[in-house]
């Protein structure tokens, strides 16, 4: 079987409408016609998809952070000007709980209102990544928004991933570094 992406996620939750809301109000998801008690559906903004994001009632309470489950999903967005706004609107929703450099990737991290993380992505685009695995890279280091934009630009697109030979070449530069 060959992967090509996620092409949806859904989600147990102690609110639909609520959930739904949240989902819609701060990460620009919209709801779709059809739903049906006991559940939502909701699509990308920017996203021709039937559904991202499916929204059903849980029957029981969530389980503690470190449970077996999920960790977290993440939604890619196409530009840093997005991450920024994305941002702002995490913040005014008490969501967002960290921001991280995780070289080829520039990540912000938040939760829902039960308590599922996220994480928003937007990922250097191919013919740039080779430029943030050099020498001395970390893997993990504190998202600066700001000096991401005057590298790259706000309005840059991002990903998606399509050079796996690329990827291989990166994956394997970070292996000999560890």
Request: negative net charge; charged residues 20%.
């Amino acid at each position: 079987m060959a992967i090509r992406s996620l092409n949806h996620a859904v989600l147990f939750v102690s609110d639909v409408d609520v959930s739904a809301q949240f989902y819609c109000d701060v990460l620009s998801f919209e709801r779709l016609p059809f739903d049906f008690p006991g559940g939502a559906f909701l699509r990308g903004a920017a996203s021709a998809n039937d559904h991202d994001l499916g929204l059903f009632q849980a029957s029981s309470p969530r389980a503690g952070d470190g449970a077996v489950g999920l960790y977290h999903l993440a939604w890619e967005v196409e530009t840093l000007a997005e991450m920024v706004a994305t941002k702002e609107r995490l913040q005014a929703a008490s969501a967002l709980r960290g921001m991280s450099n995780h070289a080829g990737t520039k990540a912000l991290y938040a939760r829902d209102p039960d308590g599922i993380e996220f994480e928003v992505t937007w990922l250097v685009p191919d013919a740039l990544l080779a430029a943030e695995f050099g020498p001395g890279f970390a893997p993990t280091s504190p998202l600066d928004l700001d000096a991401e934009i005057r590298r790259y630009g706000a309005d840059t697109p991002g990903g998606p991933r399509t050079d796996r030979a690329l990827m291989a070449a990166l994956m394997a530069r970070v292996a000999g570094a560890q």
